[in-house]
């Protein structure tokens, strides 16, 4: 669902009708509050800001988007009127994906949004997350709360493991067979003291590992 935050009725019903006829699923709503109300109710592939709304400035709301651990992945174009270099400048720093001024055609609005979903697709699919945590595997970093954590390689090929399958129990012989290979000799309880470091350094995010005794591991429903 695309997500259009715009006071001016006649605009929003007309970005509305025209993402909703050319095969998205859009929704519009009318200020800050709205779309913190949606935000709670459904997360959105994409915002389609105004900058100037009745009760808050889109540069703020996007600040506060970039900032909540939920929202931050969500892309965002900014549309206004505001038109000057430096309104622009102002907007990308913000943390907006894309920057168009008003008043703008509806086929560039379309190519724009299938230029910011592409790019941000192929950005997000090598990001991994899990609540507060978060693991880039193209960068081979771990976060908690964004606060990085350092992991030996053993330590991230768990977690990740366990991240890409959360609420499914990964036994302790899946694990040391897919993360130290079928060829390793050791005993099932190296699992567990990779484990218990895993946690430590996690520290509060340490409570999302679940111990399935006498079977394996889980990160929690």
């Not at 595997?137 to 709360?145: A, F, N």
Request: charged residues 30%; hydrophobic residues 40%.
């Amino acid at each position: 669902m695309i997500l259009c935050v715009e006071d001016d009725v006649n605009i929003q019903e007309l970005i509305v009708y025209t993402l909703n006829s050319t095969g998205y699923k859009a929704k519009g709503v009318n200020s800050a509050k709205e779309l913190y109300q949606v935000l709670t109710e459904q997360l959105p592939e994409l915002i389609l800001l105004d900058i100037m709304l009745p009760d808050e400035d889109g540069l703020d709301i996007i600040k506060k988007l970039k900032e909540n651990i939920q929202t931050r992945m969500i892309p965002v174009i900014m549309l206004t009127a505001k038109s000057s270099e430096m309104d622009k400048i102002k907007g990308l720093d913000s943390g907006a994906d894309d920057y168009m001024t008003k008043p703008f055609s509806m086929l560039e609005l379309i190519s724009r949004i299938k230029a910011v979903l592409r790019r941000t697709t192929n950005e997000h699919s090598n990001i991994l997350t899990f609540r507060d945590l978060t693991m880039d595997l193209s960068k081979h970093t771990v976060s908690v709360d964004g606060q990085k954590i350092s992991l030996t390689l053993k330590e991230f090929e768990l977690l990740k493991k366990l991240m890409e399958n959360p609420g499914i129990v990964c036994t302790r012989d899946m694990l040391l067979n897919e993360i130290w290979g079928y060829d390793y000799y050791g005993e099932s309880r190296t699992v567990d003291v990779h484990i218990r470091t895993l946690r430590s350094k996690l520290q509060k995010a340490e409570m999302y590992i679940e111990t399935i005794r006498g079977v394996g591991y889980k990160m929690i429903d």
